[in-house]
């Protein structure tokens, strides 16, 4: 069961963990699209912390759809619209809660993914961030349809995203800017599908 704090706690480290890795993910936009992820996200992060007492008192539903409007409007790009998206949409199916259980945990995820393919028009494959979102989407299903516990199956979750990051070097983009590059794309990983993976490990890092 995550509770109101946990998700601002959690929230306040997915900034830190975007801010430790800025020039990580700079640096892979910059072999494959424009060198500015990094700086697009933690941007967009550090809006949601700075604004962050505005709204951490409200429900989670709430907490959720606000992040996702702060990010829409300051972290621009491909990925900004994206991950608003993904987070308003977590924020819909969990309106006026106070505590998640893991079917609310479960069902953020798949409404804010399916959120993020209706509105990219990309699919598994294409190398985007749903390569690292969808293995741990499924991932985090089957782990908890075995009865494993919430931190473990979001363990196991971040590990098949760090699958999907892997994969994205061998395929080319197919969405994106990435996508201009054609096969000149592949050998190389995918920004999104890596910070994906990395706030995906900072949930599996918090929870306990
Ligand atoms: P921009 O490409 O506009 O500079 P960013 O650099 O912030 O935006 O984000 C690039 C990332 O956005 C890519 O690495 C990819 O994962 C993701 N992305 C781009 N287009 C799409 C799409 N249509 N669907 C899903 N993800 C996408
Ligand atoms: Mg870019
Ligand atoms: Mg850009």
Redesign the pocket.
Known sequence: LLRKTDVVNILNDIVKTIEDNRQYLTDL?AAI??A??GI??DRGFKAVRDKMTQFSDKDIGTILKNVGMVLVST??????P?YGTFFMRMGNVVSGKNTLDENDIVAMFEAGLSG?KER???QVG?????DSMEPALNELKKALSEGRGLKEAIEAAANNAYNGVLMTKDIAAK????SYLGERSIGHQ????TSAYLMIKTVADYVD
């Not at 294409?126 to 749903?130: A, L, Q, S, V």
């Open positions: 936009d699209g424009d500015d992820h697009n996200l972290v621009g790009g491909a990925s900004g994206l993020i990219g028009k990309a294409d190398k985007t961030m749903i969405k994106g800017r990435a995918d920004p999104g599908a």
